[in-house]
Antibody, heavy 120, light 107 residues
Framework: QLQLQESGPGLVKPSEPLSLTCTVSGGSTSSSSHYWGWIRQPPGKGLEWIGSIYYSGSTYYNPSLKSRVTISIDTSKNQFSLKLSSVTAADTAVYYC????????????WGQGTLVTVSS | DIQMTQSPSTLSASVGDRVTITCRASQSIGTWLAWYQQKPGKAPNLLIYRASSSESGVPSRFSGSGSGTEFTLTISSLQPDDFATYYCQQYTNYPWTFGQGTKVEIK
C-alpha cells in the first residue's frame, strides 16, 4: 500500500522560503506510472493544486504560483520536495503531497497533510 | 484555467436520502473528472475518476456521471459516514483545478 508523509517546518516567517519534503513508502518515486504532486488548502477553504513532477524530473506548475515554486525529486531517497519562495500570510495552508496514478491528474494517494503557518 | 463550479455549496440531508451534487466546467473536459470526499482534519479521498469509474473500495452507493461540461455525483442512500465535503476536479488541462466544494450536512 502506497503511503506518503509530509515533513517540514510548521512555522515560516514572511518573505522566507517554505520547504517541505514528501517521503514515499510502499512504492517508488522512480516509477514511470506515477506523477508526484503538491496541493494546498488554506484554513476553511478549498483545494489548490500547486504542481507535479514526473520521475524524469519534468515539472508542471500552477501559473498562479509558478514564479515562486520549485518541485524536485530524489529517487535515491524516495522523496520529492516543494520549495515556495517569498511567502506571505496568504500562503498559510495545509500542504498535502499526493500521487497521480494511472491517469495523470487522478490523485489516488495522499499524505495526511501538514499545516504551515506564515507569521513573524 | 478551467473553472469548476459546484452546486449547491451546502446541502442538508437525512440518512437514507438520495443526494446529488453538480459540477460544471467552464469548457469541455471530456470525462477527465474526479470526485473526492474530505472529512474534517483529513486528506481528500478519491471516490470517482474519469467521471464515472469508481475507485477500488468505494461503496457502491457512490456513482458519477456526465461528460463535457456537466457532471454529477450521486449518493443513492446517504449513510452517517457520508457527511463530509465533496470536491470535483478536472484533469484534462494544466493547471488541475477543483470546485469550491459541497458540504453535506445532517438535516
Amino acid at each position: 500500500q502506497l503511503q506518503l508523509q509530509e515533513s517540514g517546518p510548521g512555522l515560516v516567517k514572511p518573505s522566507e522560503p517554505l520547504s517541505l519534503t514528501c517521503t514515499v513508502s510502499g512504492g517508488s518515486t522512480s516509477s514511470s506510472s506515477h506523477y508526484w504532486g503538491w496541493i494546498r488548502q488554506p484554513p476553511g477553504k478549498g483545494l489548490e493544486w500547486i504542481g507535479s513532477i514526473y520521475y524524469s524530473g519534468s515539472t508542471y506548475y500552477n501559473p498562479s504560483l509558478k514564479s515562486r515554486v520549485t518541485i524536485s525529486i530524489d529517487t535515491s531517497k524516495n522523496q520529492f520536495s516543494l520549495k515556495l519562495s517569498s511567502v506571505t500570510a496568504a500562503d498559510t495552508a495545509v500542504y498535502y503531497c499526493a500521487t497521480e496514478v494511472g491517469d495523470s491528474g487522478k490523485m489516488g494517494y495522499w499524505g495526511q497533510g501538514t499545516l504551515v503557518t506564515v507569521s513573524s | 484555467d478551467i473553472q469548476m463550479t459546484q452546486s449547491p455549496s451546502t446541502l442538508s440531508a437525512s440518512v437514507g436520502d438520495r443526494v446529488t451534487i453538480t459540477c460544471r466546467a467552464s469548457q469541455s473536459i471530456g470525462t477527465w473528472l474526479a470526485w473526492y470526499q474530505q472529512k474534517p482534519g483529513k486528506a481528500p479521498n478519491l471516490l470517482i475518476y474519469r467521471a464515472s469509474s469508481s475507485e477500488s473500495g468505494v461503496p457502491s452507493r457512490f456513482s458519477g456521471s456526465g461528460s463535457g461540461t456537466e457532471f454529477t455525483l450521486t449518493i443513492s442512500s446517504l449513510q452517517p459516514d457520508d457527511f463530509a465535503t465533496y470536491y470535483c476536479q478536472q484533469y484534462t488541462n494544466y493547471p488541475w483545478t477543483f470546485g469550491q466544494g459541497t458540504k453535506v450536512e445532517i438535516k
